[in-house]
């Protein structure tokens, strides 16, 4: 069993050689031109298959090849279409390419470089334009993927298998090379990324221009990704594009197309007050891939146990009198409770128990079958249903998963975080994009914590309602939208909106469009005032933004039942040369002309990684049921990039373990025997309790100590553990405790909830993302308490605990 990916007979090197990209990013919206360069060194003819993730929100526009000295052009056709004139030209012995996204997610595309003569290379070339995601931190997130990680395939799927191939990330035989170039109308800050950049250089004294490359000698073993920060750059803009000449007249690329990125502010006092009330259900990916490390400095930090952190955290600073439940899903799924229940005490108790046991042992990432049994629950009266999905997992059945989620979007709200490298971007934002919610990634160095807290502000954010747009436009021009409705809007956050313009003449000056919403019961509005002068754009960015978002909401339709779509996606696809789901790039060397006799030998390229698990390298595995055993090919890590190359390249890769003929594989090596997963969610529940008391140590992290001892309420007990927390004795604390005004006794629940929040103020501001919630939380217990606090019992609380904290900075 060989563990590389593209190799001869006679294990030759794969034939692709190195990957170019460059990226111009304007504003908040990059341009990416990939560069493959392919030799085939062999003596027969080959055909090469690259199997390769890309943002799953990327409007590929532009593919072309290069042999020799004939550069071939791809059109975008019909797949169908496509499919057959590839079979054609090369049983005429002429050179083909074929590019084409997968039928079931949109983040994943097929190249296919077809008869490439014995000692020929050639140069392909890829180019796709992207809106930038905006981080909690306000940086602009670009990501050039390289991690492809398995897709599970649930049970009963009709996709059938594929064979994949891998190769250790030291033995990459190719390597990359990224220039990214930055304008902006605002003066570039900074530029991060979690892989080696040389320095950034700035072109201008104003610093809106600058160049980023990466370290010469990168290899292309894992996602790069780069944060872009800008000097103000959340403040509402719009850019009108002019049309393109020779576009076919009353088409989509013939008129101007404008972009607005609304960034709405909202109220001080409205967002200073957060929900009571509320449905929170968290489902977590508790298939095996989750016992990886969450990254490669810190191998000892897996992402379950960063989930059960997470879980913690959100427990702990949820509000009093909202309802809640915990799911875990892998290969079958799992709930805490029957049905939601009611944030006390009690329960809070009872799911931290169970939290503690969670663990990455429920095999494969099939994510349908728990949000089918979530979505299907009675939702309660006056507690809008909200649901956190983690997963760093892949779906061979995104559109299907998307398309429940968009259909249950009217009584559930969807947050989605993407856990590690290689997580489907089409599957997270996805589902938060049609769920309503807000999407997030979580990778190299990121903390899980911060990200997911702040996505637990805007869900107790108040709802936002009756979103519209009114445009203001001279008589003769007219706006039609092309991005779907808005349906949901958070502070601070940009929300884009694409729209053609129709009509449009020189004398229109300037036009304005104002965004209308309630809020808490009350009406709001922001104008947006803009130049109707269109900018010229040779590449069409907002153009084919514009067209790749229609695209999108049109393949939604007929997720949804409309089976009339496919004929207008077609058109729109091929007049704007974007692709689709029912389109695929074809180009056809027409100059090339012998005869190939005999098969093309078939290569596959992959982008690899490590294999490890746990830890551990694998060397195999073993199928589950049915019996006999059979042979399996290598294990293959979560963060493992895959390569495919049979002709059906879609279909069943489980979670973990890559089965040549096993209809079920299980992901849990460890220690223990590999098991069938075949119980149903019932059994949980019919299931004993754990009646042993299940006292693990406490957590290392002293922030995680502290908070894992407040209360439901937000109070703290003034005990041991909460000394042991503060690095203090419980005699300490006692002694310190000062006597309230009038000589009465502090209560110990007062005197200890007030040094929590001495300590987390003094101590852990550099983390306060994370613990603002439930700050919040216990300041307002003490507000209702009316307890008897001073400047004096602050000031003893600094004393004792070191810190420097004022009474106005805890809000008392």
Not at 282 to 296: H, T
Not at 495 to 516: D, M, P
Not at 616 to 626: H, Q, R
Not at 663 to 678: E, F, H, K
């Amino acid at each position: 069993m060989s563990c590389c990916g593209l190799v001869t007979i006679n294990k030759e090197p794969v034939p692709l050689k190195s990957v170019g990209v460059d990226v111009e990013v304007r504003d908040h919206v990059a341009s990416v031109v990939s560069t493959l360069n392919y030799e085939n060194s062999e003596d027969k003819a080959v055909e090469a298959v690259f199997v390769f993730p890309l943002p799953g929100d990327a409007a590929v526009c532009h593919f072309s090849a290069t042999v020799g000295q004939k550069e071939i052009v791809a059109e975008v056709k019909e797949k169908q279409q496509a499919h057959e004139e590839y079979d054609d030209a090369l049983s005429s012995g002429q050179q083909a390419f074929l590019l084409e996204e997968s039928d079931e997610t949109p983040d994943i595309f097929s190249l296919r470089v077809g008869s490439l003569p014995p000692g020929q290379s050639a140069s392909i070339r890829l180019e796709y334009v992207i809106e930038l995601a905006v981080e909690a931190d306000d940086g602009l997130r670009f990501c050039l993927p390289a991690v492809l990680n398995p897709r599970y395939q649930p049970e009963g799927s009709k996709f059938s298998s594929v064979q994949v191939s891998s190769v250790p990330a030291s033995e990459v035989p190719y390597t990359l090379s990224l220039c990214v170039r930055v304008s902006s109308t605002h003066p570039v800050s900074k530029v991060e990324s979690n892989c080696s950049l040389d320095p950034l250089q700035y072109l201008n004294t104003e610093k809106t221009q600058t160049t980023v490359k990466l370290a010469p000698g990168h290899k292309f073993d894992r996602d790069v990704e780069l944060l872009i920060y800008y000097q103000d750059a959340h403040q509402p803009t719009a850019l009108v594009e002019a049309g393109k000449n020779s576009a076919k007249p009353s088409s989509l690329m013939a008129d101007p197309v404008v972009m607005l990125s609304l960034y709405p502010e909202f109220p001080k006092a409205v967002m200073s007050s957060f929900a009571s009330c509320g449905e929170f259900v968290f489902l977590m990916d508790c298939s095996g891939s989750m016992s990886s490390p969450l990254n490669s400095s810190k191998t000892n930090e897996t992402c379950i146990a960063s989930a059960r952190d997470t879980l913690l955290l959100l427990l702990k600073s949820l509000p009093m009198g909202c309802y809640f439940n915990i799911y875990t899903f892998g290969s079958s799924f799992k709930h805490i409770f029957p049905k939601s229940v009611e944030y006390t005490q009690k329960t809070m108790d009872e799911a931290l128990k169970k939290v503690k046991t969670i663990d990455a042992d429920l095999g494969g990432t099939e994510i349908l079958r728990p949000l089918q049994h979530i979505f299907s629950q009675t939702c309660i009266p006056n507690q809008p249903r909200q649901v956190f999905v983690f997963t760093d997992g892949e779906v061979c059945n995104t559109k299907e998963v998307i398309s429940l989620v968009k259909k249950n979007s009217a009584s559930h709200r969807c947050f989605s975080f993407g856990i590690g490298e290689g997580s489907s971007s089409a599957l997270i934002n996805g589902l938060a994009k049609e769920g309503g919610g807000h999407a997030q990634f979580i990778t190299g160095s990121d903390r899980m914590q911060p990200k997911v807290m702040q996505s637990l502000k805007f869900a107790l954010q108040p709802a936002v309602m009756n979103v519209s747009l009114v445009w203001d436009l001279p008589k003769e021009v007219s706006a039609a939208v092309l991005s779907p409705p808005i349906t949901s809007i958070f502070q601070g956050q940009r929300s884009l909106v694409y729209a053609r313009l129709t009509g449009l003449s020189s004398k229109a000056a300037e036009g304005h469009v104002t965004l209308n919403y309630s809020l808490a019961g009350q009406p709001y509005q922001n104008k947006l005032h803009f130049c109707l002068k269109p900018t010229e754009d040779n590449r069409l960015t907002v153009h084919r933004l514009a067209a790749r978002t229609l695209i999108r909401s049109l393949e939604m339709e007929g997720e949804a039942g409309n089976k009339n779509v496919k004929e207008e996606v077609v058109e729109v696809s091929v007049q704007s040369g974007v692709s689709s789901s029912f389109t695929a790039f074809i180009g056809v060397n027409k100059d090339a002309g012998e005869v190939i006799e005999g098969p093309l030998l078939l290569r596959n390229i992959s982008a690899p990684r490590q294999m490890m698990y746990g830890g551990m390298p694998l060397m195999g595995c073993c199928s589950v049921a049915p019996l006999p055993i059979k042979m399996c090919m290598p294990a293959i890590s979560p963060r493992m990039a895959s390569g495919f190359g049979m002709r059906k390249l879609w279909g069943s890769i489980p979670d973990q373990r890559l089965c040549l003929s096993s209809p079920m594989v299980a992901s849990d090596l460890g220690d223990r025997m590999l098991q069938a997963l075949d119980y149903e969610e019932d059994d949980y529940e019919g299931s004993s309790p754990v009646e042993e008391d299940i006292s693990d140590p406490p957590p290392q992290d002293l922030l995680l100590q502290l908070v894992s001892l407040q209360k439901a309420s937000g109070c703290w007990a003034l005990d041991s553990h909460l000394a042991d927390a503060l690095g203090k004795t419980i005699d300490e604390l006692r002694k310190a405790k000062p006597e309230a005004t009038g000589n009465n006794k502090m209560e110990d629940e007062v005197w200890a909830t007030i040094l929590a929040l001495i300590w987390l103020h003094g101590e852990k501001m550099d983390a306060e993302d994370e613990w603002s919630l439930l700050a919040q939380k216990a300041l307002s217990w003490l507000q209702a308490t009316n307890a008897p606090y001073s400047t004096k019992c602050v000031d003893v609380g600094n004393s004792l605990l070191g810190c420097k904290v004022k009474k106005e900075d805890l809000g008392l």
